[in-house]
């Protein structure tokens, strides 16, 4: 028998056909392991099984079940923050009556969990508050579309309710009815356009804020 040995020169380009194949199949591994996880997130999220960081005053139960924060306080405030938009309804009328009483806001040391902290209530958390559906006792899921643009920075954009892809009215227990949070997001719409804010609004000398 006859031994065929190659020398260093010979081999590097089945050296490198080795190596690129085995790079090619660990990033198609990559990507159907990806391709999974994704399927089991919107899956979970088609149930409204998805654990989503929850805002100021819901917490999960132990059976990772969404539930009002049972801290009385905690309840209290968003109740108050709630009521107080009804009767004045703007969002900036409501932090500066709050702030009037002298009453501050609980809100989380990091985002969405962790220890509460107390502070005065600002206009973007009023705003966050407002926009949240999970107040109305709503699980959502897919309310912003997420994209790169040409010099790969990640860019995000609110898509309008109507294309949120996951929307399930009623999946816990809420601090105000489903109607009441349209009805606020159309009260904030308004508020927009009557200070030249939103696509096709006025000037504000032009809107209802004149009056």
């Given at each position: 028998?006859?031994?065929?040995?190659?020398?260093?020169?010979?081999?590097?380009?089945?050296?490198?056909?080795?190596?690129?194949?085995?790079?090619?199949?660990?990033?198609?591994?990559?990507?159907?392991?990806?391709?999974?996880?994704?399927?089991?997130?919107?899956?979970?999220?088609?149930?409204?099984?998805?654990?989503?960081?929850?805002?100021?005053?819901?917490?999960?139960?132990?059976?990772?079940?969404?539930?009002?924060?049972?801290d009385r306080?905690?309840?209290?405030?968003?109740?108050?923050?709630?009521?107080?938009?009804?009767?004045?309804?703007?969002?900036?009328?409501?932090?500066?009556?709050?702030?009037r009483e002298?009453?501050?806001?609980?809100?989380?040391?990091?985002?969405?969990?962790?220890?509460?902290?107390?502070?005065?209530?600002?206009?973007?958390?009023?705003?966050?508050?407002?926009?949240?559906?999970?107040?109305?006792?709503?699980?959502?899921?897919?309310?912003?579309?997420?994209?790169?643009?040409?010099?790969?920075?990640?860019?995000?954009?609110?898509?309008?309710?109507?294309?949120?892809?996951?929307?399930?009215?009623?999946?816990?227990?809420?601090?105000?009815?489903?109607?009441?949070?349209?009805?606020?997001?159309?009260r904030l719409?308004?508020?927009?356009?009557?200070?030249?804010?939103?696509?096709?609004?006025?000037?504000?000398?032009?809107?209802?804020?004149?009056?």
């Amino acid at each position: 028998t006859e031994i065929y040995t190659l020398s260093l020169h010979d081999a590097l380009p089945i050296y490198r056909l080795l190596l690129g194949l085995k790079g090619t199949m660990s990033e198609a591994e990559l990507h159907f392991i990806r391709a999974r996880m994704r399927g089991g997130v919107l899956n979970k999220a088609q149930r409204g099984e998805l654990r989503l960081p929850l805002p100021v005053g819901f917490i999960y139960d132990d059976d990772q079940q969404v539930m009002l924060d049972p801290d009385r306080q905690v309840q209290q405030a968003v109740r108050h923050f709630f009521e107080t938009f009804q009767r004045t309804g703007a969002a900036t009328a409501t932090v500066r009556q709050i702030r009037r009483e002298g009453v501050l806001f609980p809100r989380h040391r990091v985002g969405g969990q962790g220890e509460l902290l107390w502070k005065p209530l600002t206009h973007g958390t009023a705003l966050h508050l407002l926009h949240n559906p999970r107040y109305a006792g709503a699980f959502y899921y897919g309310s912003t579309k997420c994209w790169k643009d040409i010099n790969g920075k990640v860019r995000r954009k609110m898509l309008p309710l109507a294309q949120w892809p996951f929307l399930i009215k009623d999946a816990h227990a809420g601090y105000l009815r489903w109607e009441d949070f349209l009805e606020n997001q159309e009260r904030l719409r308004d508020n927009a356009q009557a200070h030249g804010l939103h696509p096709g609004g006025h000037p504000a000398r032009e809107g209802s804020a004149l009056l």
